[in-house]
C-alpha cells in the first residue's frame, strides 16, 4: 500500500498554527474528504471552528506507510501526524528553521513553498519584509 500525504496548516484560536499531515490512501482524491478528515481532528484538539481548505492543505507527496499508518487507515480511512504548534509570535533570536516555519504558518504567499538551498539570511529577508508589510495588522 501507498500513501498519500496533506500538507496541512490550520490556525488556532489563539493565535498559533497547528502543523499536522493528512495521510490517506494514494487512490483517495477527493479533497473534500480530506478536509473532512481534517476537520474531524481539528475537532477532536478543541479546535471546532478551525478554517481547512486548499488555502490549509495541499497534497505533498506519496510514501510507503508504517504498520501503525497502515492500521489506523484501515480502521478510521486516514491517519493524522502531528507535526509542531507555530507559535504566534517569533521567539527572539529565531532560528531558520524557526523563521521558515513561522513563514509557511502565518504567510500564506510561503504556505507550500520550498525553502531548500535558501540561506538564513535570505529567509530573515523574507520574514523581514512579510513582518514589515503586516505589522500594522497583525496582533
Avoid at 507559535?87 to 521558515?100: G, H, I, Q, S, Y
Avoid at 525553502?115 to 496582533?139: C, H, I, Q, W, Y
Wanted: proline share 4%.
Amino acid at each position: 500500500m501507498q500513501v498519500a500525504v496533506w500538507d496541512t496548516y490550520v490556525k488556532k484560536k489563539n493565535g498559533s498554527v497547528i502543523h499536522f499531515d493528512i495521510i490517506v490512501p494514494e487512490d483517495l482524491k477527493n479533497k473534500e474528504r480530506i478536509f473532512i478528515y481534517g476537520k474531524q481532528f481539528t475537532t477532536s484538539i478543541g479546535e471546532m471552528n478551525a478554517k481547512l481548505d486548499a488555502e490549509e492543505c495541499q497534497y505533498c507527496h506519496i510514501e510507503q506507510p508504517s504498520d501503525e499508518i497502515v492500521d489506523s487507515i484501515n480502521e478510521n480511512g486516514y491517519y493524522i501526524l502531528e507535526m509542531e504548534e507555530i507559535p504566534k509570535n517569533l521567539p527572539k533570536n529565531p532560528t531558520r528553521r524557526e523563521m521558515v516555519l513561522f513563514l509557511k504558518a502565518h504567510y500564506k504567499e510561503y504556505r507550500f513553498a520550498n525553502f531548500k538551498g535558501m540561506s538564513e539570511d535570505e529567509v530573515r529577508g523574507k520574514l523581514e519584509k512579510s513582518e514589515a508589510l503586516t505589522r500594522p495588522f497583525r496582533k
